[in-house]
């Protein structure tokens, strides 16, 4: 299922919802409908809000350009070493910004994942998905999606920067050697 | 620095409670722990309000729980610490009256879940790790971040799903006994091992239910509650820690290191030695938001060796007449989560077990009138211990 088609079918079920509660306004002169299990009067709020944040990623477009040409970048401190992944423009350790763009190695091994049967509806389009922590070559962790058969612990992976379809957006996600 | 004391404790059903307001529910524990220390608000000086919210739809929580509960203009202030919140409002107030500044505070945690429909809690909650990094792009739900935790663990340790299994019997057959628990029913491992999945490894009986609930606590300095009672719960420590917010930043998926360290802390303090802390405690309530957790927990608090929680689990050494009574008012998983009161209903349950007040067929054996909590947050960004006595501290 597409995004615009969950959207729809999600949009069309709180149409059916409030067209009821109008009718319920209607008939009663009250937005109060009776709980389906419990019986109790509830008042359903006539108020609705929909909200999409919007994050600043200015510091760290770098990444994002990094993905345009096929690679996961990191950020690493000249100054100690440390190797920041999600990356980070600062390095509060050593307390110096602009740090090194590195590129990650691709080879990685999982330590731990799970399958999501439960999904959020706003991934409800998705079918059921692997996410895990995977131990990079160079010994950072990376959380992301993971895609083959019979994913275990100490399975061997390789990263590969892909679209998300049916968004469409560049992301990364690992694949069972 | 000043003894703190527990003179008064609070509890409403946990539950779906859509028959009252978060207000109404907040009262049902405040009405409740005023009686029991048999004192009018006139007598609070402060209170807190622990309430995670998003789900419902008042922002600011203590000040409609103060005006409905009769208690402005004393102050007050909201706090959040995730799944951790209602320890994080009884440190608030333990504080205040430790430093001095107080000598009597009310501490209140309520939540109510239920004001969203389902699929929206399951969203908001996801949401709750790492935003950008592990819910935007990746869409971890709240039982996937244990899950993570639960491979691991099985894969390092060999533990079982039975070995989880045995939690969720546990904490069942303890939560039919509490008739403040929102499921008051045993369940048998079978019935376990074929519940649908919800986050592999993790079940639908892995997990805690989406409650409303509040719970209700009345601390008060030494020499005030000397006033108020002759059977005061003092609370002896506390130790607090924090996590990353992205699980990957961690190092280890087998154990909590938040936990650890609030541990660590909290006995340092108490003069507790970590290696065999279970001696020095009659019972323990601790953090089953999944079977994991509770797993995680015995090993993070000194129960168990590394490693061998599970073993503890499948030996039934947590139940009343083991090792150490674990969660025998049902916990999270029977008893319900109520996010925001949570940490303070584990603290009214601690207290009544230190004084024989617990329900029929879940009271502890109290031979060292020693009790502990623990409370974490989200998946160990927050972690809070906290050591409850009925003799006073001597410090």
């Known amino acids: 299922m597409s995004v615009s088609e969950t959207r729809d079918k999600i949009q069309k079920e709180i149409s059916a919802y409030v067209k009821n509660l109008d009718n319920v306004i209607k008939s009663t002169g009250l937005p109060v409908v009776n709980d389906q299990k419990t019986g109790n009067p509830i008042w359903v709020g006539v108020r609705e809000i929909t909200l999409r944040y919007q994050f600043p990623v200015k510091k760290v477009s770098k990444f994002f350009e990094g993905l345009k040409e096929g690679k996961l970048l990191a950020t690493k401190c000249q100054k100690c070493g440390t190797i920041y992944f999600p990356p980070q423009d600062d390095c509060p350790k050593c307390r110096v910004s602009n740090l090194e763009w590195i590129e990650m190695p691709k080879e990685g091994e999982v330590i731990a994942f799970t399958v999501v049967n439960v999904k959020p509806t706003s991934f409800s389009h998705y079918s059921d998905y692997v996410v895990g922590i995977v131990r990079i070559s160079n010994g950072v962790n990376v959380l992301g999606w993971i895609k083959g058969n019979n994913v275990k612990v100490g399975s061997k992976v390789k990263l590969e920067v892909v679209r998300r379809e049916p968004e469409g957006y560049l992301t990364y996600v690992f694949n069972v050697v | ?395």
């Open chain 2, 1 to 395: 620095m000043r003894n703190v004391a527990i003179v008064g404790t609070g509890h409403s059903k946990f539950g779906v409670r859509n028959d009252v307001s978060m207000q109404e529910l907040a009262w049902e524990a405040v009405k409740q722990a005023l009686e029991e220390a048999n004192l009018e608000q006139k007598d609070i000086q402060y209170f807190v309000v622990g309430n995670v919210g998003m789900w419902s739809a008042e922002e600011l929580p203590a000040v409609v729980v103060g005006e409905y509960c009769d208690l402005t203009p004393k102050g007050t202030m909201r706090v959040e610490a995730a799944c951790a919140t209602g320890s994080a409002a009884i440190r608030d107030a333990y504080q205040a009256i430790k430093a001095g500044e107080i000598d009597v505070a009310l501490v209140v945690g309520v939540e109510q879940m239920s004001q969203s429909p389902n699929p929206q809690v399951i969203e908001l909650i996801g949401r709750a790790g790492n935003y950008f990094w592990e819910f935007e792009n990746f869409g971890l739900t709240f039982p996937g971040y244990y899950a993570l935790y639960a491979s691991a663990y099985m894969a390092k340790y060999g533990m079982k799903e039975e070995d989880l299994g045995s939690v969720a019997v546990k904490n069942h057959y303890y939560g039919a006994r509490n008739p403040y628990a929102q499921f008051q029913k045993e369940i048998t491992m079978e019935e376990y091992l074929k519940s649908k999945p919800v986050a592999q490894p993790l079940k639908l009986l892995d997990s805690s239910p989406i409650t409303d609930g509040a719970a209700a606590l009345i601390l008060a300095s030494e020499e005030v509650a000397r006033k108020i009672t002759d059977s005061p719960v003092w609370i002896v420590s506390q130790g607090v820690a924090s996590g990353t917010a992205n699980l990957s930043r961690r190092t280890d998926f087998t154990g909590i290191e938040a936990s650890y360290v609030a541990a660590k802390e909290a006995y340092k303090r108490a003069k507790i030695d970590f290696s065999d802390a279970w001696r020095y405690f009659d019972v323990a309530d601790v953090h089953d938001c999944f079977t994991i957790a509770e797993i995680m927990a015995y090993e993070d608090l000194g129960f168990a060796k590394r490693g061998e929680g599970h073993l503890m689990a499948r030996n039934g050494e947590t139940y009343i007449g083991g090792k150490i009574p674990v969660n025998v008012d049902g916990g999270l998983k029977a008893k319900g989560h109520p996010i925001g009161a949570t940490g303070v209903s584990m603290a009214v349950s601690i207290t009544r077990q230190l004084l024989y007040r617990a329900h029929k067929g879940t009271q502890a054996d109290i031979r060292n009138g020693m009790g502990i909590t623990h409370n974490v947050g989200g998946t160990g960004h927050y972690a809070y211990i906290t050591i409850y006595s009925t003799r006073r501290p001597s410090s």
